[in-house]
């Protein structure tokens, strides 16, 4: 009866380790919060691969073995691998004033190596240019069920660039209100605040 006992509270203390250990894919999301004359106008979203994934996709699309990807193996990449998360708004949730922001198509996707692992970059352009001094703009990046995790790695992974970006500043934090995996995860997400 003690054995049982005892291999009841190892299951039930090992239980919360095992659903954190889900995800299968680590993302480090980078963003440049692209303005032209005071409004924010598109994204540009960088997504680092962990090195274990970078590895399975490029022996996956280095089809002819060269140890390198070439642009039509870049191509299939798009087509395969990344045009499909398009129906998940490429797991980047963006607010104008609360409401969200459905993405038309992304566009000037590329694969880069980065050290040990790949990199996809691409631009998501905004339906329309918002002025952050007027409209709140904040977006978050995550997908759903946790089999991937996308994070930003620090306070520095979301920049602004162009002209009328000089007065605002990018806040990280919390998600508050927003949690997956059964709501034991709390994405965190990037506000543009300007003066």
């Known amino acids: 009866m003690r054995r049982l006992i005892t291999l009841v509270v190892l299951l039930v203390l090992l239980a919360p380790a095992a659903a954190l250990a889900h995800p299968h894919v680590m993302v480090d999301v980078h963003a440049l919060v692209e303005f032209k004359q005071g409004r924010i106008v598109s994204l540009f979203m960088g997504w680092k691969f962990d090195p274990i994934f970078s590895s399975s996709l490029f022996k996956d699309y280095d089809a002819n073995k ?69 409209t709140p703009f904040s977006f978050t990046t ?31 934090g919390p998600d508050r209100g927003n949690t997956i995996f059964g709501g034991v995860v709390t994405p965190k997400r990037a506000s543009i605040v300007c003066e």
């Open 142 to 172: 995550y997908e759903e069920t946790f089999y991937i995790d996308m994070d930003f790695p620090d306070d520095k992974a979301v920049t602004l660039t162009g002209e009328g970006s000089e007065r605002c500043r990018v806040v990280i």
């Open 66 to 134: 060269n140890g390198k990807l070439d642009p039509d193996e870049m191509k299939a990449i798009e087509r395969e691998a990344f045009r499909d998360t398009k129906a998940q708004g490429h797991f980047t949730y963006a607010k104008a004033g609360g409401a969200p922001i459905v993405w038309n198509e992304a566009t000037d996707f590329k694969v880069m190596g980065v050290k040990d692992s790949l990199l996809y970059a691409f631009r998501l352009p905004l339906p329309q240019p918002i002025d952050p001094r007027e």
